[in-house]
C-alpha cells in the first residue's frame, strides 16, 4: 500500500539531525510523498533545504501561516517574493486562527484574502488552517467565491453541517489525521458521512500523534494508522482507503 502524508512540519526543530531518517521510515512504512506546508521566513529557508535533498519525495509549499502574522505582516508577505520561483504544489499554510490571540485578527484576513489571490493566479490549490474561525473563513470565502477555489481544509474537525457549507464554496478536501483517533472525538462521526474522495491523510507531524502512538513525537510513518482508523469507522477496507486517498492528493497537489 501507498501513502501520501499531506501536512508535515518535517523540517520543525523537533526533527534536527533527524530528518533525513524521519523520511527513510516514512518510505518504509509506504508514505513515499509528503507534503510540506510553510509557515514563515523563520522557517522557510529550512524547509526548501530539506526538499532538495529529498525531491522524490518531499514537496514544499509558500505561504504565511495565521499566527504568524503581526502588525508587520506586509513585510513578511513581502519576503515570499525571493521564493516565488521555486517549485511548490500549494499556496498555505494560511487562513484564521482565533485560538491564540484576536490581536491581529483584521491582519490575518487580509492576508487570507492576498493568499487566496495568489493561488487563483497561480492556479495552485490552498492548505486552510481554521482554528476556533469557521464562521471568519466561511465568510472571505463567500467573498472570493469568483476565484474558482480549491484545497484543503487541513485537521478538519467541524460538523458534517460545516462541511457541506464549505462545499458550496470551492472544491474542498478536508485533511484527517492523528485526531481520529483520539476517545471521543468528533471527527469520527463526522467523517462517515464525508465522500471518501473528499477525504486525504495527513500528520501535521511532530504535532497530533496517532493512537496507539501519543506520547511520542509524531511523523509520517504513522500515516497506516490513521488509515486503519479510518477504514475502521467507515467499513472499508485499508487497501481502498490507501487507494482513494493517494489518488486524492495526486490530483489536488498535481503530484
Not at 502574522?69 to 513578511?76: P, Q, T
Request: charged letters at 25%.
Amino acid at each position: 500500500m501507498r501513502f501520501i502524508d499531506t501536512h508535515s512540519h518535517l523540517y520543525d526543530e523537533a526533527f534536527a539531525s533527524e530528518e533525513d531518517a524521519a523520511v527513510e521510515r516514512a518510505v518504509s512504512a509506504g508514505v513515499d510523498r509528503i507534503i510540506l506546508p510553510d509557515i514563515d521566513s523563520l522557517s522557510r529557508d529550512s524547509m526548501f533545504s530539506l526538499a532538495d535533498r529529498h525531491p522524490e519525495a518531499l514537496f514544499p509549499c509558500l505561504g504565511l501561516h495565521p499566527t504568524s502574522i503581526g502588525a508587520d505582516w506586509e513585510a513578511e508577505m513581502e519576503k515570499m517574493q525571493d521564493y516565488c520561483s521555486r517549485k511548490i504544489v500549494a499556496i498555505g499554510e494560511i487562513g484564521i486562527d482565533c485560538y491564540w490571540s484576536k490581536e491581529f485578527l483584521e491582519q490575518q484576513k487580509e492576508a487570507f484574502r492576498t493568499q487566496l489571490v495568489t493561488a487563483h493566479e497561480r492556479n495552485l490549490p490552498v492548505i486552510i488552517h481554521s482554528r476556533d474561525a469557521s464562521a471568519v473563513i466561511i465568510d472571505i470565502l463567500k467573498e472570493c467565491r469568483n476565484l474558482d477555489l480549491r484545497g484543503v481544509f487541513h485537521a478538519f474537525s467541524g460538523s458534517i453541517e460545516t462541511y457541506r457549507e464549505i462545499s458550496r464554496l470551492g472544491d474542498w478536501m478536508v485533511g484527517i489525521g492523528g485526531v481520529l483517533t483520539f476517545k471521543k472525538a468528533s471527527i469520527a462521526e463526522t467523517v462517515k458521512s464525508i465522500p471518501l474522495e473528499k477525504i486525504i491523510l495527513e500528520t501535521d507531524s511532530p504535532y497530533l500523534t496517532p493512537v496507539p502512538l501519543r506520547g511520542k513525537r509524531n511523523e509520517s510513518s504513522y500515516i497506516p494508522h490513521i488509515a486503519s482508523k479510518l477504514a475502521e469507522l467507515t467499513g472499508k477496507d485499508i487497501a481502498e482507503i490507501a487507494v482513494r486517498t493517494t489518488e486524492n492528493a495526486e490530483k489536488l497537489f498535481g503530484i
